[in-house]
T-cell receptor
Framework: EAGVAQSPRYKIIEKRQSVAFWCNPI?????LYWYQQILGQGPKLLIQ????????DSQLPKDRFSAERLKGVDSTLKIQPAKLEDSAVYLC???????????????FGQGTRLTVV | AQSVTQLDSQVPVFEEAPVELRCNYS??????LFWYVQYPNQGLQLLLK??????LVKGINGFEAEFNKSQTSFHLRKPSVHISDTAEYFC????????????FGTGTRLLVSP
């Protein structure tokens, strides 16, 4: 079974530029999560999708971050414009149900490491 | 709201020695508890989880954790570590009612040396 795929693995951009990350979840997984992991901190949930609908985006900085999951499969996370404090690893995870942390298991991708200079 | 405290940012240990990584949580409701491991340049992998039942939970790679409700702790242990256990370990909690948002601690880096 293929895992969660993310691209690119690394990205370096200048502040005020735009950047987009892509995630392909495990086939058949209805729930998709984007996490931000700043160096020295634990991952923080940015947004959770159930199929192509948003379940929670309370911690997504909506003035600069956006995410979509068209057709309930792949997802993209965009930052526009980027700030220095956006430097982090962006992790995508997926699970077969919305109760992915308890009833089943959520699987993480390798992440995209973003450096804003 | 829930929070997780991992007081040790880094734990150095020699190979074949025992190790304990500490985790304490705060929550106004009952929670489920998890430990995840992150190897360098990898995503997070579930080590073990406590949902209910026996407070001693066994996970992969020889790790185990004990849930202590009175002390609000969920410490991770391994009786004998290997070099390959060098990684970042995250404790996480989720409320057992309502919307399931996983809250992570800041992580503990386990450094195993020969």
């Amino acid at each position: 079974e293929a895992g969660v795929a993310q691209s690119p693995r690394y990205k370096i951009i200048e502040k005020r530029q735009s950047v987009a990350f892509w995630c392909n979840p495990i086939s058949g997984h209805a729930t998709l999560y984007w996490y931000q992991q700043i160096l020295g901190q634990g991952p923080k949930l940015l947004i959770q999708f159930q199929n192509n609908g948003v379940v929670d985006d309370s911690q997504l900085p909506k003035d600069r971050f956006s995410a979509e999951r068209l057709k309930g499969v792949d997802s993209t996370l965009k930052i526009q414009p980027a700030k220095l404090e956006d430097s982090a690893v962006y992790l995508c995870a997926s699970s077969s149900t919305g109760q992915g942390w308890t009833n089943t298991e959520a699987f993480f991708g390798q992440g995209t490491r973003l450096t804003v200079v | 709201a829930q929070s997780v405290t991992q007081l040790d940012s880094q734990v150095p240990v020699f190979e074949e020695a025992p190790v304990e990584l500490r985790c304490n949580y705060s929550s106004s409701v009952s929670v489920y508890l998890f430990w995840y491991v992150q190897y360098p340049n990898q995503g997070l992998q579930l080590l073990l989880k406590y949902l209910s039942g026996s407070t001693l939970v066994k996970g992969i790679n020889g790790f185990e954790a004990e849930f202590n409700k009175s002390q609000t702790s969920f410490h991770l242990r391994k009786p004998s570590v290997h070099i390959s256990d060098t990684a970042e370990y995250f404790c996480a909690v989720i409320p057992n009612t309502g919307f399931q948002k996983l809250v992570f601690g800041t992580g503990t880096r386990l450094l195993v040396s020969p």
